[in-house]
């Protein structure tokens, strides 16, 4: 049975109405400091991805995505589960058109699609799904609780959300190898020490810690933030010769806004900048 309850977000508006949303999967954070913090919200199934859960985290990271309020988005699970991968029940329902035609594609997809910097907190859990959604955040700091694997293999599958191709840009081809052929787990620092994780900490200030990465970079200029991120994702898909090209190119396009020469100045005379966005 389903115990996880609806929850809402109250937004207000420019025009001073309160907008509610209602999620069943997930809870969403008011903006603060220019972060919106989602948690995946389902214990009753280990944060299991189910379609409800996918589309819910996709919705909001859309809106995110379009709202100049929000500068990044940590998302996190429990203390005990980030989340347990895909939801197996609703997987044994699905033959080979039903998977070939599954909505969570396009979700996954919009996830993978956020421009703004997305940070993962983990404690616990992080497994199939739940690695490979690990895989699309920007920045993951972890407790020291934390588990990480790709056991699909023990399903007769194999990691479905890009985790064979992210894995082995993550952490090296005979790590990756060895956890989807293995179905073993690693802990949070050999995931650190992988490169899979930026930072590892005590489980109760995993989310903090988050929270303040996120919090400080949204207080840099947004421009140069999407920017930084999106050219160093292509990292993972072009050449370096290409990959510099971009670089350039972003670079050259940066020295065109005002939060560049408001950057520069504020350096010149000895004072804290103010970013506009622009
Ligand atoms: C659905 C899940 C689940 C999952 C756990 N649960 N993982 N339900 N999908 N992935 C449910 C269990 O059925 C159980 O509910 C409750 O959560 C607690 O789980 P337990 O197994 O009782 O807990 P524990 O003994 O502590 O073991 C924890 C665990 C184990 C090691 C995380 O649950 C586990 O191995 N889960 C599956 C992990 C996995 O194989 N993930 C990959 C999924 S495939 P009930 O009500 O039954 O007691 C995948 C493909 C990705 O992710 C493709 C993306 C497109």
Known sequence: SEQSTATSRIKNTDDGISMQHEY??????????????????????YNALRTQLLSELATVLQQAAADD???????????????????????AALDAVGVLNDPRVLHWRTIAQFPKPLIAAVNGFALGGGCELVMHADIVIAGDNAQFGQPEINLGIIPGAGGTQRLIR???KSMAMQLVLSGEFISAT???????????????RTLERATELARKIATKPPIAVRQAKEVLLKAYETTLDSGLSLERKAFTLLAATEDRNEGIA???EKRKPNFTGK
Do not use: C, H, Y
């Open 69 to 91: 309020e929000v500068r990044a988005v940590v998302v996190t699970g429990s203390e005990k589960v980030f989340a347990a991968g895909a939801d197996i029940k609703e997987m």
């Open 24 to 45: 069943q999967d997930i809870i969403v954070s008011e903006i603060s400091g220019g972060v919106l913090t989602i948690t995946l919200n389902r214990p009753e199934a």
């Open 190 to 204: 050999q995931a650190r020490d992988f490169g899979l994780v930026s930072e590892v900490t005590i489980p109760e």
């Open 170 to 172: 993550t952490v090296g």
């Open 266 to 268: 504020a350096f010149m």
